[in-house]
């Protein structure tokens, strides 16, 4: 009976298999020429094989995490979101750790400020890659923050960054 082992089935990017006829104890996967290694677990990517990150997010998911823990989740969704916005910039315009302590040290009045940068960012980032600005967000961010609606601005930020990135995965047209 043949088998994927015993003719050299192979699927793309994954080498081929060499044979000697035995039962399999002696096959063993040989890279084509121009293809990367293949070890002995498995196929190893090209370093520049690796997706792009991703910054997109459930919005519905998070806003559940962050109330069903009381805030302790909104904490890692808004370092998330922070590193989002600083590796779409290309720059270190947010820092999680000194957003922490500014908001501890001034009471929470720095989350006002940080919110409004936080729309700032993603309206430079919406001009960067080319595509129609969200007007007035900053502007939405801070007043939806003052009124008691912190959360709901972690949530249209969380838009923003998913409308960007599926933005970019599409060349530019959503």
């Known amino acids: 009976m043949l088998s994927a082992w015993s003719v050299g089935w192979r699927s793309p990017g994954m080498g081929r298999w060499a044979s000697n006829g035995s039962a399999g104890r002696d096959d063993k996967l040989v890279a084509e020429e121009g293809e990367p290694q293949v070890t002995q677990a498995g196929y190893r990517p090209h370093p520049y094989d690796a ?7 459930n919005v519905a998911l998070y806003l559940l995490l962050s109330l069903f823990t009381l805030g302790l989740f909104n904490l ?30 001034t009471l929470g009045i720095y989350h006002f400020y940080y919110q409004y ?49 599926a933005w970019r995965s599409s060349g530019g047209d959503i």
């Open 117 to 165: 940068k936080m729309g700032s960012a993603l309206n430079a980032i919406q001009r960067r890659v080319g595509m129609p600005v969200t007007e007035g967000l900053p502007i939405l961010s801070l007043v939806a923050t003052l009124v008691g609606f912190g959360i709901v601005t972690d949530c249209i930020h969380q838009f923003e960054l998913n409308r960007i990135e």
């Open 76 to 105: 890692y969704w808004n370092w998330r979101q922070m590193h989002a916005c600083n590796e779409l910039l290309g720059s270190k315009a947010f820092s999680w750790i000194l957003w922490l302590l500014f908001c501890i040290l």
């Open 51 to 57: 997706p792009e990150p991703s910054h997109t997010a």
